[in-house]
């Protein structure tokens, strides 16, 4: 009895540790997890690998030869932007958007992912995803102006996906979604657009309101006619009703009153073509008064100074003709004269300054005339040569060498009575 307990409770020990060690070595992959199995070799396209992958299944491990992963394939999302990256055009924009993102969970694009971020934490693999993806946004707005971004950003959207899809399937990343939020500029470019816009829809209303306003005028205009025409009828309606009844009343006024009515209808045509051709004969007066008032004196002024300038033009011409003639002849003539003509032409040039220097043209003024008497011998010559030098040094130096003579030879003045001691 001892023996068989003791058996029973061996085998169901063994039974829990087989439990226990199936329990540790099988794993179930859950479906949003794929299980790496790494020791086991096996052929991936035309290339060997050396790890098993297992999505939604279970696998045991293999004690001592494998070790096992576990690599997440649930979404993240992450929020992508780009700060003042230049378009086409050279205009710098400010992207923002947020992205959905994904480790690949199919072979072979799951390779990818495992051989690149196998092991890595969460948080690098989302910042992996979001540089790479940041550098695609700068890479597709340079591509773009700004006014495609701004307006279409679905479009902009798909472009980024097609332009990431490439280098995210190297690494093994999937891009569920990327939304466009926001999109700005630093320099209000996109702000100057929406004014310009702002602008012509704004033109255009006024346009349409103005051109709505011209036709609600010319409607009133139409219906005021219409109106009128219609007072005129029924006027015309009440004149005939009358008209039969004056008829019943006195045959004998039909003619006159008819023509009463003929005469004021001619006569209010007559009055509108008088208007009609009155505003055509001041529309010819305005036209003809503009051309005498303004045309033709503008057209006179001017045929006037062309010829004033043909003149003046014509005379200088002419002056400058003459002057290089007479210049020419001048040189020639100086050519002929030979050695001469250097005098000749100095004596030219100094004749008209002759009078001037002599004095000719001054007035004399004679102050003192002195009449020497006849004399002979060298008495005479001596006096009129001592009168003459005193009469040029009192002009030259203002000294009267007469008057000094008078003033030394007279008497001292007389001295009065001595002065009592």
Sequence with gaps: M???AVLGLTVLVIVILLGATINRLLLVSAPNEALVFSGSKRMVGDREVGYEIIRGGRRIRKPLLEQVQRLD???????????????KGGIPL???????????????????AIERFLGRQRGEIMRIAKETLEGNLRGVLAQLTPEQVNEDKIRFAQTLIEEAEHDMSRMGLILDTLKIQNVSDDVGYLSSIGRIRGASVRQGAAIAEAQAQADAAA?????????????IDADLEIAR?????RIADATTKRAAMIAESQGQVLAQIAQVKA???????????????????VV???EADRKAAEEVARGEASRIVEQGKAQAASLHALVEQYKKAGGAAREVLVLQKLLPFVEAVSGAQQKLLVRKLTVLPAASGADGDWTRKAIATSEQLKAATGI????????MGAAPPPQGPPKPA
């Design 2 to 4: 001892g023996i068989i």
């Design 73 to 87: 394939v649930t979404m993240f999302a992450i929020d992508v932007g780009a700060q003042n990256a230049f378009s």
């Design 219 to 231: 409607q009133k205009a139409s219906n005021m006619m219409g109106a009128e025409v219609a007072k």
């Design 241 to 245: 009703t009358q008209y039969k009844k």
């Design 94 to 112: 400010n992207v923002v958007g947020v992205a959905n993102f994904k480790v690949a969970g199919e072979e072979p694009l799951m390779n990818n």
């Design 400 to 407: 009267d060498l007469g008057a000094m003579a008078r003033r």
């Design 296 to 298: 033709q004196p503008a």
């Design 275 to 293: 208007e009609i051709e009155r505003q055509r004969a001041r529309v010819l007066q305005v036209q003809r008064q503009l051309d005498a008032d």
